[in-house]
Structures are given as C-alpha cells and as structure tokens.
C-alpha cells in the first residue's frame, strides 16, 4: 500500500460547481497536511496547508483533514475555469532514518481538473 | 521577485551524455530539493540539501548527483543520460525543513533522453 493515495481522476466539472479532492494516508506519523496546486507546465504552488483534523477554510477553498479515517480533502465551492489545474495533496512526518533535524515530505499522484465554462 | 529559477528549461540529450541542471533561488532559504514528476508516478525526491556544504539522497537518487556550495545554488548533475531519466524536473526551496514550510518550486526542466 502506497502512504498517500490520490485518484488521478481527470475530473470534469461545469463552472459553479463544488468540487471535491480527497487523498487517504497509511503513515499515522504524517503531522502537515497540504494542498498543492499545479498549472500546466508550471511548479506546484501551495494552496491550503493544515495540521489539525478539522477544516479551514481561505475563501472559495475548504480544507478538511480526519486524522481518526487518515482522509484528507479539498473542496472548491463555486469552481471556475481558473479553477482548471492538477491539485496535489501532499503530507508531512519527521523523518527518524535522516540523522537529523528533517522532515519528509511525501506527495499524492495528483487530481487532474477541468472546470468548463 | 524572481523566486525560484530553473535552467534550461527543455532539453534533450543522448544516451550517456552527462550535463547538469541548474537551480537558483533568491529568498536565502536553507533547505532546497529536487524532485522528478513523471505520469502515474507523482513527485519523487531525488537529493536534496538543508543548508551551504550539506546534501542528502532521497527516494530516487540513482544516477544524479548534487552540490550545494552557496546557498543560493543547487545543481543537479546527470552522470551518463539513460531514457528512464526522462521526466521533468522541478528544483524546490523552503526557509528550513521543519514539515510546515512551503515549499517554492521551480516551474520545471523537461528533459528528454534518446
């Protein structure tokens, strides 16, 4: 079993519609939770980035992180064509194997999404 | 505010040539790392360095190796080119690695091995 599973979708959905993103994890030691955004040919950039189960909210994105279900989401209310991107999550645990003060990072496949006008 | 910047930004080699990809990043940030994104495989660490002098290897390291002599620059070398290193390649920076910095990426060098 991979530590972070992410359904690569592609998912298509009209303008105006809740989208909804969802990673599941196996490592209980994962602390950061995080929600990259990915335009074609470009870096990923980070959108939300949460440590405690519950949600957050930064405008039209909601964060949702269940710990107890390992399960994390993403969800986009009113989603426009800007929306369009490939969104990954991505978590965080320290990291016992590196001698040092270090973090891993591990991230999920990515969601392809397509938001039609 | 440049941020991230990542040389070239295409390229395409032959099996065994060698050369290196270049990463610099202007936010004095201790910690950069460079990742491979291929299709169905997600972002995967290849080495990666937590400050001037230090360097690491991670999930991916074969066949790549790094230096770290300014804080600013972290090049990437390619050995002897082999086609499964084609796949894009994204240079990352964060103030330090303690699992809650973002991290700043590079917007990618496409590489390409015949």
């Known amino acids: 079993q991979k530590e972070v599973e992410q359904d690569p979708g592609p998912l298509s959905v009209p303008e105006g519609a809740i989208v909804s993103l969802n990673c599941t994890y196996s490592n209980s030691a994962f602390q950061y939770f995080m929600w990259y955004r990915q335009y074609s040919r470009k870096g990923p950039e980070l959108l939300m980035y949460?440590?405690?189960?519950g949600n957050k909210e930064d405008g039209r994105f909601t964060a949702q992180v269940d710990k107890s279900s390992k399960y994390i989401s993403l969800f986009i209310r009113d989603s426009q064509p800007s929306d369009s991107a490939t969104y990954l999550c991505?978590?965080?645990?320290?990291?016992?194997?590196?001698?040092?003060?270090?973090?891993?990072?591990?991230f999920g496949k990515g969601t392809l999404l397509t938001v039609n006008p | 505010n440049a941020g991230v910047t990542q040389t070239p930004k295409f390229q395409v080699l032959k099996t065994g040539q060698s050369m290196t990809l270049q990463c610099a990043q202007d936010m004095n940030h201790e910690y950069m790392s460079w990742y491979r994104q291929d299709p169905g495989m997600g972002l995967r660490l290849i080495h990666y360095s937590v400050g001037a002098g230090i360097t690491d290897q991670g999930e991916v390291p074969n066949g790549y190796n790094v230096s770290r002599s300014t804080t600013e620059d972290f090049p990437l070398r390619l050995l002897s080119a082999a086609p499964s290193q084609t796949s894009v390649y994204f240079c990352?920076?964060?103030?330090?690695?303690?699992?809650?910095?973002?991290?700043?990426f590079g917007d990618g060098t496409r590489l390409s091995i015949l």
């Open positions: 990352a920076s964060s103030i330090e690695n303690t699992g809650n910095q973002p991290q700043h």
């Open positions: 949460t440590y405690s189960s």
């Open positions: 991505a978590m965080s645990a320290y990291d016992w194997d590196s001698g040092g003060s270090n973090y891993k990072l591990t």
